[in-house]
């Protein structure tokens, strides 16, 4: 009797070659899938970091140029203060509210937002920043960003991203058929620039050539990604920058702003505790500034404050330090008082400087008279709110004495 087991067709096997090519090539498209996705959104997980810092800045920034709005209750004066945050790009609304909650001024962007759904995704709530004037609230800023800034990196890192992982499932027919080592050392290397760029943001990590023509091909992708990613961080860096000087600073005459001040204020009177050190403070007010607006125009008077702020700060050493806290109000810190100086011998000089006629842009020129007020840390105070209380008091004391000349 024939034996029919014999005669049925064995059943194919897998070879070891094939078990390992399709085990390979698994793990290489998962691995490699991982790290491009890894470095998408470690890229823009960094964006939207960057954008929200940007939003914030924006908003202060906002905060200190509304300010004289809400305390005159002036919306055109809003208008002309947050005019610097309409032309940046990625600001689609503003509101002004006063301490109220009654608005006093709202903006929204011509240009539609070419993503909403990025928009929700990145700047769900606005970011409110609070208004304050001699250290109390007066009212608050909000801003809503949008994706204009941010649509054309999203589509970039997606291309980029999708561009790897098509390289990669090409690659990986080929490579699967390599020996187990030769793939998981060249991977392992673009893992490891993966890593440190998601948990440590190393921007500047690049792939290294592997010896693999389809894996240098695919870190060649990534190290351009990173290139892109890498350049986006500075331009952000910059914007962040400008914009945190702009938060900082007075815009008309580049002084430090009321912020600024305060800071600089409290740095001030602990190293003068330290050390056992005085220093005098000078509260400026232009007397007759607003003739200058009300007789000549804004063009003249923010003539005449641009020189005021000039000819203060050439009269100041090189440790000193200016500030206008707003309107036609300045503050000088002359940092370490010298026994030999007297503050009244300070508040001359600068009077002397300014005394002379300022050119305004219509050909005319304009006297400005000073009130100045001294105080001296720590003799007319210890802390930041009695040397300003009694610089302020002097001041106005000052302005009377002058009034009744």
Known sequence: MTDRSSERPATP????????????????????????????????????????????????????????????????AAHEGLEPLMRIPGIARLRLVDDRERSLYQWTSPTSDPAPLLTRLFFPQPYAATVERNGSVIGRIEVWGDSSTLIDYVRIGALAGLGCLLVTALGTIILA??????????????????????????????????????????????????????????????????????????????????????????????????????????????????????????????AVLIALSERIKETLRKGDFAARIGGDEFIVLIDPLDEAIRPEGLAERIRASVSQPIALPGGESYRLGLSVGAAVYPDDGADARALLTAADAAMYADKLINRSK
């Open 13 to 76: 096997r897998t070879t070891l070659q094939k078990l390992l090519s399709r085990f390979h090539f698994g793990i290489t498209l998962f691995a490699v899938a991982l790290s491009g996705m890894t470095i998408l959104l470690a890229g823009i997980t960094t964006l939207r970091s960057y954008a929200d810092r940007n939003i914030e800045l924006a908003a202060k920034l906002g905060a200190y140029g509304a300010e004289p709005a809400l305390v005159f209750n002036d919306p055109q």
């Open 177 to 302: 058929r390599r020996f187990e080592y030769e793939l998981v050392k060249p991977l392992g290397e673009i893992a490891t620039v993966a890593h440190d760029v998601r948990l440590h943001r190393r921007f500047d990590k690049r792939v290294q050539p592997l010896g693999i023509a389809e894996l240098d091909r695919l870190g060649g992708d990534i190290n351009a990604l990173l290139d892109e990613l890498q350049g986006w961080q500075g331009t952000m860096e910059s914007e962040k920058a400008v914009l945190a000087h702009r938060a900082s600073h007075d815009m008309l005459t580049t002084l430090p702003n009321r912020a600024a001040f305060d800071e600089q204020l409290r740095l001030r009177i602990q190293t003068a505790e330290a050390k056992g050190q005085r220093f005098a403070l000078l509260f400026i007010d232009a007397d007759n500034f607003k003739a200058a607006n009300d007789n000549h125009g804004h063009a003249a008077g923010d």
